[in-house]
């Protein structure tokens, strides 16, 4: 008989991250329906043991019990049957009283210091027979636990320690760099995801986005920084009056550009174009529309390749029209424009933009450019209009595979993602490579 797979929830910033767990098998008299949240406490050295220096078992046929990655990975998927049955790696039965859980052996003892692969999920019991949860330290690598006690794979948000992790696929927590499609991500000595601001990392100083992401091709207040996180004065944005940004400012223009695509960045720099911020004007036309006067507050110079703007918050859809202005033919000949006045009818968390401006269609597409910027928009553009939102997926360049989940993605980890947690870093230095680690599935 087995006990039903438990979910725990661990909330993030925007919306639930469901982390789903396995089942155990029980002995008919003790089925319980869920997991108690203890554990028996144990010595540092229970800890520290692992197993068999921290290798996984095999099972009972010699041949090795494959790991299930979708463990806790945020999937909310149902098991494959033909996992469900296999029988655990270790012969024996589990047993417990609501709280704490063993598993018995064939010879009367419990199972300790060890690994167990049973229904599609790893466990670990401890020095004192009892399964571990939470995070633990086993040999020399980290490891997050359910209440359930299912290993971690993937990313998950501990609300305790208010912190992001992302586990390996043999469930060793990731150390240092991880390279995850276009984004860099850098967790310390006990896995957790450095995030919003400045960081030395082996003698460089590099700035992290609220998601965790390194500031690669982006800029941080008027400072630029290249592909490998490093500071380019020669790209940093140009200041036209007298006035100085005051700090909110600069911290606006911060979160405005962490939003544009880095490969969009990147080709503006790339295309010599300059960035100039006029602090000492209020707009730079202010049409009459249906709708009253509509400021604009920056002005997109393809002759002289310059993007003006006077205000942080036009910085999106001034981007928007540079890239409207580079791939002109690719979005006018995929219709989209059609397809975004759709999804505004439809959607309430954009506003259209006045019907004075229906001729200027690159002003559209920079207004729906500077829309898919915002996550929000994102997750509701991928339930309300799917096709759209494949197109500006592949527009924008994102290359979003194995990075740490936004709203749209929630429930969706680790799908076809693919990790480098083994790299140099984004600056190339040999010193801060993390050599990998943690016990082996063979």
């Not at 996180?229 to 944005?237: A, E, F």
Request: hydrophobic share 35%; proline share 3%; net charge negative.
């Amino acid at each position: 008989m087995k006990r039903q797979k438990m979910a725990a929830v661990l909330t993030a910033v925007l919306a639930a991250l469901f982390l789903s767990g396995g089942t155990k098998a029980m002995a008919a008299d003790e089925v319980k329906t869920t997991a108690g949240s203890g554990t028996e406490a144990e010595t540092a050295d229970d800890a520290e043991a692992g197993s068999a220096d921290g290798e996984k078992r095999t099972a009972a046929d010699g041949t090795e019990a494959e790991s299930a990655d979708q463990a806790g990975s945020g999937a909310a998927g149902t098991e494959d049957a033909a996992q469900a049955e296999e029988p655990p790696s270790i012969e024996g039965q589990w047993v417990g009283d609501g709280e704490d859980w063993q598993y018995l052996l064939p010879d009367g003892s419990y199972l300790r210091r060890e690994w167990l692969y049973d229904g599609g999920d790893w466990y670990h019991f401890s020095g004192s027979g009892y399964m571990q949860t939470g995070m633990q330290k086993i040999s020399s690598d980290y490891y997050y636990f359910l209440e359930n006690g299912a290993m971690i794979t993937g990313w998950f948000f501990d609300e305790d320690e208010e912190a992001w992790y992302h586990a390996k696929e043999d469930g060793a927590l990731t150390r240092g760099w991880l390279k995850a499609g276009d984004a860099w991500y850098w967790f310390d000595s006990k896995g957790a995801m450095y995030d919003e601001g400045f960081r030395m990392v082996s003698g460089h100083r590099y700035y992290f986005f609220e998601n965790g992401q390194l500031a690669a091709s982006q800029y941080v207040g008027l400072d630029y920084y290249d592909e490998n996180g490093l500071r380019d004065r020669s790209h940093d944005i140009i200041i036209e009056g007298d006035r100085r940004p005051a700090e909110e400012e600069e911290a606006a223009i911060t979160e405005a550009m962490a939003g544009i695509p880095r490969a969009w960045i990147r080709r503006f720099i790339e295309d010599g174009w300059e960035l100039m911020y006029y602090t000492e004007r209020s707009y730079f036309s202010a049409p009459r529309t249906e709708q009253g006067i509509y400021y604009l507050y920056y002005d997109t110079d393809t002759h002289y390749r310059k993007l003006k703007f006077c205000s942080p918050s036009a910085l999106a859809q001034a981007f928007g029209e540079f890239a409207a202005s580079e791939e002109e033919t690719d979005w006018k000949q995929a219709g989209v424009l059609a397809d975004y006045a759709q999804y505004l009818q439809e959607s309430g968390l954009v506003q259209a933009l006045p019907a004075y401006f229906d001729e200027e269609e690159e002003m559209q597409f920079g207004s729906l450019f500077a829309a898919f910027c915002r996550e929000d928009v994102r997750a509701d553009m991928k339930e309300l209009s799917p096709h759209l939102y494949q197109y500006m997926t592949r527009f924008s360049m994102r290359e979003s595979d194995g990075q740490r989940p936004e709203e749209a993605d929630m429930i969706r980890m680790n799908d076809e993602a693919t990790y480098d947690s083994d790299g140099f870093g984004p600056a190339s230095d040999e010193s801060l490579l993390t050599p990998p680690s943690g016990p082996s599935r063979g």
